[in-house]
């Protein structure tokens, strides 16, 4: 007799479960009941039963919430784009790649190796004495970011008032000009890794001769897997040899 009322006690905790009403799942099982009942008195006996267990010990409907997760939560203030979000409170392994995406609908900074080899998830972090850098989101947790000022790949265009783009960021544009991508996943990672370069230049000018290898040093870490290297060092040589204060004559 145990066996019928724990199978009933465990059908209807499913049912709730998973959302069903129960009464329709006891209703029915009384159904089957019945219908056996007119064959087997034995098992219609069996069928009260299994009714019973349902109607009265149901209290099996004690379904008992248990969380799957506990996250410790941290929290996240940052300044995005010119833009303060947060605080908010997120779980303390979060990846910044993922409060990008998941929380503030960023959707730019790529996600490739996901390991810290590829840098296509970088952001620029802009420091207090005025400098900037790279740093890669996939690797770093959400809650490093807090109390800083970031630019993601969302940030390097002029927009107007309704949002949209009137006018991109030199380096954007001579990417587009040299037709520097081909799938553009690992772009975003470029962009701001050349803007970071530039911005470097302006405040510590370098030697024509020293032109090349600079750019290279500071688009090494980049993958891209369409293989774009050539134009990608060519679109940012035109930037760095056209714009004005970034090179001097002499080392
Ligand atoms: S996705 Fe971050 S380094 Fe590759
Ligand atoms: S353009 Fe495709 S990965 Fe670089």
Same mark, same amino acid.
């Given at each position: 007799?145990?066996?019928?009322?724990?199978?009933?006690?465990? $059908? &209807? +905790? #499913? =049912?709730?479960? *998973?959302?069903?009403?129960?009464?329709?799942?006891? %209703?029915? /099982?009384?159904?089957?009941?019945?219908?056996?009942?007119?064959?087997?008195?034995a098992s $219609? &006996? +069996? #069928? =009260?039963?299994? *009714?019973?267990?349902?109607?009265?010990?149901?209290? %099996?409907? /004690?379904?008992?919430?248990?969380?799957?997760?506990?996250?410790?939560?941290?929290?996240?203030?940052?300044?995005?784009?010119?833009?303060?979000?947060g605080p908010?409170?997120?779980?303390?392994?979060?990846?910044?790649?993922?409060?990008?995406?998941?929380?503030?609908?960023?959707?730019?900074?790529?996600?490739?190796?996901?390991?810290?080899?590829?840098?296509?998830?970088?952001?620029?972090?802009?420091?207090?004495?005025?400098?900037?850098?790279?740093?890669?989101?996939?690797?770093?947790?959400?809650?490093?970011?807090?109390?800083?000022?970031?630019?993601?790949?969302?940030?390097?265009?002029?927009?107007?008032?309704?949002?949209?783009?009137?006018?991109?960021?030199?380096?954007?544009?001579?990417?587009?000009?040299?037709?520097?991508?081909?799938?553009?996943?690992?772009?975003?990672?470029?962009?701001?890794?050349?803007?970071?370069?530039?911005?470097?230049?302006?405040?510590?000018?370098?030697?024509?001769?020293?032109?090349?290898?600079?750019?290279?040093?500071?688009?090494?870490?980049?993958?891209?897997?369409?293989?774009?290297?050539?134009?990608?060092?060519?679109?940012?040589?035109?930037?760095?040899?056209?714009?004005?204060?970034?090179?001097?004559?002499?080392?």
């Amino acid at each position: 007799m145990t066996a019928p009322i724990q199978t009933s006690a465990n $059908a &209807a +905790s #499913g =049912a709730v479960a *998973s959302g069903k009403a129960f009464g329709a799942s006891a %209703a029915s /099982a009384t159904a089957g009941a019945s219908g056996a009942a007119a064959a087997n008195p034995a098992s $219609a &006996a +069996s #069928g =009260a039963a299994v *009714s019973a267990g349902v109607s009265a010990s149901a209290p %099996a409907a /004690a379904v008992v919430e248990r969380p799957l997760t506990h996250f410790r939560t941290l929290p996240v203030s940052v300044k995005v784009n010119g833009e303060i979000v947060g605080p908010t409170d997120v779980p303390a392994g979060l990846m910044m790649i993922d409060f990008l995406h998941e929380y503030l609908h960023l959707t730019g900074s790529r996600l490739g190796c996901g390991q810290g080899i590829c840098h296509a998830c970088v952001v620029i972090v802009d420091k207090p004495d005025g400098t900037s850098e790279e740093v890669r989101t996939c690797i770093t947790g959400a809650n490093f970011f807090h109390g800083k000022t970031i630019r993601t790949i969302e940030g390097h265009a002029k927009r107007n008032e309704a949002g949209e783009v009137v006018e991109l960021s030199p380096i954007q544009q001579k990417f587009l000009e040299h037709f520097s991508f081909q799938c553009g996943y690992c772009t975003p990672g470029f962009v701001n890794a050349a803007t970071v370069l530039i911005e470097r230049l302006k405040r510590q000018p370098i030697g024509k001769d020293q032109v090349e290898q600079t750019i290279t040093e500071a688009l090494n870490d980049h993958i891209c897997r369409c293989t774009g290297y050539v134009r990608y060092y060519e679109a940012v040589k035109e930037v760095v040899m056209t714009t004005p204060g970034l090179v001097k004559e002499a080392a």
